[in-house]
């Protein structure tokens, strides 16, 4: 057995066993209720045997606690409804095709892939800052040379230099930004 196979299996076994656990428990919600519904009708049954209330009051608090029992009847209605859709959900998805190994391992081979390209475009997007830098402060050395008369091939040259520099890295840039959205679509 593979393990990619090995790892299915055990995935979907430890998928029923927690879905059957679920299942098991109660719904606190329910119960809440259930008591609430229960607490409700022992107090209807205790208004009558009570001599300090008159009989207008008493059946004023019975109407009471019936809109209230009605009310609490319902939203155990809906809840036992919502928690057998569940249920019936629950049972008929098919859980043994919820995890492919070889998938998520191509999955996570793509997002180390997409992360080290990420990682390079940071770093030529640093050093294209940097040569940028070096090339305004070049420019105004230039003009203030020219300015003052002094020769200024030399900079000149080196500025055309670092200029080319950084047309090849926006390239590389652009080259890089590209692999990325290739890669994130691999992940999708």
């Known amino acids: 057995m593979r393990i990619g196979q090995m790892i299915n299996t055990n995935s979907f076994k430890l998928k029923e066993s927690l879905l059957t656990k679920e299942l098991e428990q109660k719904n606190p919600l329910l119960e809440g209720l259930e008591k609430r519904q229960h607490s409700i009708q022992e ?4 208004i009558d045997e009570n001599e300090n209330f008159s009989a207008k009051q008493k059946e004023k608090y019975k109407v009471d606690l019936t809109k209230q029992l009605t009310e609490v009847e319902k939203l155990i209605g809906s809840q036992k409804k919502a928690v057998d859709s569940v249920d019936s959900k629950a049972n008929a998805y098919d859980w043994s095709d919820t995890y492919d190994f070889e998938n998520h391992k191509k999955q996570m081979m793509n997002l180390v892939d997409m992360t080290k390209s990420l990682n390079q475009v940071k770093a030529q997007y640093r050093t294209n800052l940097e040569l940028k830098s070096n090339a305004r402060i ?24 670092i200029n080319g520099k950084i047309n090849n890295l926006n390239e590389k840039i652009t080259e890089n930004m590209k692999k990325v959205g ?7």
């Open 43 to 46: 107090h209807i049954k205790k």
């Open 138 to 161: 070049l420019a105004s050395e230039v003009k203030a040379d020219k300015y003052r008369g002094v020769d200024v091939s030399a900079k000149k040259s080196k500025l055309n230099s």
């Open 182 to 188: 290739i890669e994130a679509k691999k992940i999708n």
